[in-house]
């Protein structure tokens, strides 16, 4: 079994190179792919599933994006079957609530506010690494914990 | 003359019946000689003119006689010789008491048995009192007549067949008609309106009384006089006789009041349209506001993004290659770290300053006592760092408020009673509070550097600072922050300050209901 898979889906070029520093940092075991925006990202699912029938194990999904916004990534994964079953964090600088009552509404299983702190943002890719580790099936329950972080689940 | 005549079987004696009537009689009725002297004077000469018999006979009757009817017996009595009779005379006689009496006189001839004439009797009735009675009527009547033909308010009398039998001056000049031309038609001829004079005739009839009943009436001109009518008949015996009709003429008062409702209904489509404007107005201006706020969120939640990555990758570099490089060097990347924190800071103070604005702050009771707990732990280091005195006098009174704004404007408020210490004293703050009508009054008082009068005012506003950021740092949105958030809970903040003894924030914040 290989090893487990993140896809960061973000179309700001620094912030996708400050969660590959942190990823390097937190020496992360997982596979990091970027994806620039919400077609890009698309792609790759569709590419990587044909060839060698791999999927993600978690997707890091930005909001505000061109060509496909997180959103439209969010219905697209969620109407497909194959991808139904993904994990999909929405990894944002937004709080606005009327965001995360969309991103939930569309079916994303987590909200995440980016941190400004590269501190922060090594400790949360080493608690995903560790999660991964621990069970391909985890669910992510991390994410909910992880302290430094506003986590909105739906209905809790 | 001839004895009266009196039923021959009767045993009556003319003469004594005579001298009955005479002295009987309330009349005066003298007896005179053709010269004029008194011959008989009887009780009721005595009354009337006040003199006695004995005073009288013998004596000429011209003594009664006033002087301006000198000449009138004499006359009577040519005229009685030639044969008049005189009867029913007016005139005049004075009293004894010289009073002015008016008499109604008849004269008569005296004749002896040959026909020939020896004397005049004349009865006199006192008619003063009748006279002043016939001309007190007559003046009476005659003001009575002047008053209803002059009067200035139109008059008229209607008969029960709605026929006009009368109308003063002023109702046929208010209609321009003459007296022909108005009296001896139906009135209903000049009436504007059919059924109104058709009610006015059906109530009269009925017995109403009409008071200030409004109506229209058509002039000779062809104009339209309005009218307010007051009426009512008169009866007599049950049969109507006439309308007693008053008419007034208010075509002017209507007309002004015309215009009156004419001005003030403009008036008023004048203050709904310029409401109306205004509400306009208000509402583009607040959407507006709305906008520009949201603007500045959005611009303010904006610029947290590339400054996020600065401060990120400014970290890095001091983290990870902080080693490399020399001394200038890793003080240039730390300020570069600190600048972005500070700006990082105050984008926060925006965008909270700005969800104070546009966001619900619902209230609830908050015990300020528990909410001391609180800045005693939030502030026990730096407090003890400043080798400061930190007060709070209690019980503090409960107040209506939001919790986390008051964290937030407490929080602030102490921060600042922290930071801007006088080097010359040790740091001393003191949070006291009572009640006073219906509010909570808090104050958070320090003995700081204290604030000039003229800038007491300035210190509430938006960037507003006083000291530069090496003096003493901050965003210069702190008390901005502390007076939205008071404002929106419905209190106040002011601020006494000397700048030797320090600054007292005073709030003003509604007291918490009492616990039922």
Not at chain 2, 38 to 67: D, H, Q, S
Not at chain 2, 159 to 181: H, R
Not at chain 2, 205 to 225: F, N, P, Q
């Amino acid at each position: 079994m290989s090893s487990a898979w993140l896809l960061n889906v973000d179309d700001n070029r620094d912030d996708a190179l400050l969660l590959r520093h942190a990823c390097k940092k937190a020496g992360v075991r997982f596979e990091l792919t970027t994806a620039s925006h919400g077609a890009e990202a698309m792609e790759m699912l569709w590419q990587a599933r044909t060839q060698d029938g791999r999927l993600p194990s978690l997707i890091l999904l930005d909001l505000s994006m061109p060509v496909m916004t997180g959103f439209e990534v969010l219905e697209a994964l969620r109407r497909e079957p194959t991808t139904r079953g993904l994990t999909v964090a929405v990894f944002t600088s937004s709080e606005n609530e009327c965001d995360v009552a969309a991103a939930y509404g569309r079916g994303a299983d987590y909200y995440l506010s980016k941190p400004s702190d590269v501190k922060q943002l090594i400790a949360l890719m080493r608690g995903i690494d560790e999660a991964a580790a621990a069970s391909q099936d985890h669910p992510w329950a991390c994410l909910r914990t992880f302290p430094t972080y506003k986590v909105h689940k739906q209905g809790q | 003359m001839n004895s009266p005549r009196v039923l021959p079987s009767s045993p009556l004696n003319p003469a004594s019946l005579i001298a009955a009537i005479v002295e009987g009689s309330q009349d005066a009725i003298i007896a005179q000689t053709p010269t004029g002297i008194v011959l008989t004077w009887n009780r009721g000469a005595e009354r009337i003119y006040g003199f006695c018999a004995e005073e009288m006979i013998g004596k000429p009757i011209a003594g009664i006689v006033p002087p301006d009817k000198a000449d009138e017996l004499p006359r009577l009595y040519a005229e009685l010789a030639a044969g008049h009779a005189l009867q029913s005379i007016e005139t005049a006689r004075v009293r004894k008491d010289g009073r002015r009496i008016e008499i109604s006189l008849t004269l008569s001839g005296i004749y002896d048995e040959h026909g020939k004439l020896i004397g005049f009797s004349s009865i006199a009735r006192d008619v003063t009192a009748r006279n002043q009675a016939i001309a007190d009527d007559r003046r009476r009547q005659q003001l009575l007549t002047d008053f209803v033909e002059n009067a200035t308010e139109g008059l008229h009398w209607v008969g029960p067949d709605g026929v006009i039998l009368w109308a003063n001056k002023a109702e046929l000049e208010s209609l321009g008609y003459s007296a022909e031309e108005y009296i001896g038609h139906h009135i209903s001829e000049f009436h504007a309106d059919e059924p109104v004079i058709c009610d006015i005739l059906r109530r009269l009839t009925a017995g109403d009384k009409l008071h200030g009943y409004e109506a229209r009436m058509r002039a000779k001109d062809g104009s339209i006089r309005h009218v307010l009518i007051n009426s009512s008949v008169y009866f007599e015996a049950g049969k109507f006789v006439h309308t007693r009709c008053f008419t007034r003429d208010i075509t002017t008062r209507k007309a002004i009041e015309e215009e009156l409702r004419t001005a003030q209904e403009k008036l008023r489509q004048q203050a709904e349209e310029l409401e109306k404007e205004v509400s306009k107005r208000t509402t583009e201006l607040r959407q507006t506001v709305q906008s520009l706020e949201g603007m500045c969120y959005t611009m303010a939640h904006d610029l947290r993004s590339p400054l996020r990555t600065m401060q990120s990758f400014a970290q890095i570099l001091v983290s990870e290659y902080g080693p490399r490089f020399d001394d200038e060097g890793r003080l240039y990347a730390e300020r570069i770290v600190a600048s972005a924190n500070r700006m990082d800071q105050l984008i926060r103070d925006i965008l909270e300053f700005a969800r104070l604005s546009h966001t619900d702050v619902p209230t609830e009771s908050v015990d300020l006592n528990e909410q001391a707990l609180f800045w005693e732990r939030h502030f026990g280091d730096e407090i003890q760092a400043r080798g400061a005195q930190f007060k709070v006098q209690r019980p503090l009174p409960a107040v209506a408020g939001n919790r986390l704004l008051l964290e937030q404007v407490f929080t602030n408020l102490i921060m600042n009673a922290l930071k801007f210490t006088s080097p010359a004293r040790r740091p001393e703050i003191e949070i006291t509070g009572h009640a006073e009508g219906g509010f909570a009054v808090v104050c958070v008082r320090d003995n700081g550097i204290g604030i000039a009068p003229e800038h007491r005012e300035r210190i509430f506003g938006l960037f507003q600072r006083l000291h530069t950021s090496e003096q003493y740092p901050g965003t210069g949105l702190g008390l901005a922050i502390v007076r939205r958030a008071v404002d929106r809970m419905g209190g106040s903040v002011t601020v006494e300050s000397d700048p030797d003894h320090g600054s007292t924030f005073r709030l003003r914040l509604p007291l918490a209901p009492l616990e039922a």
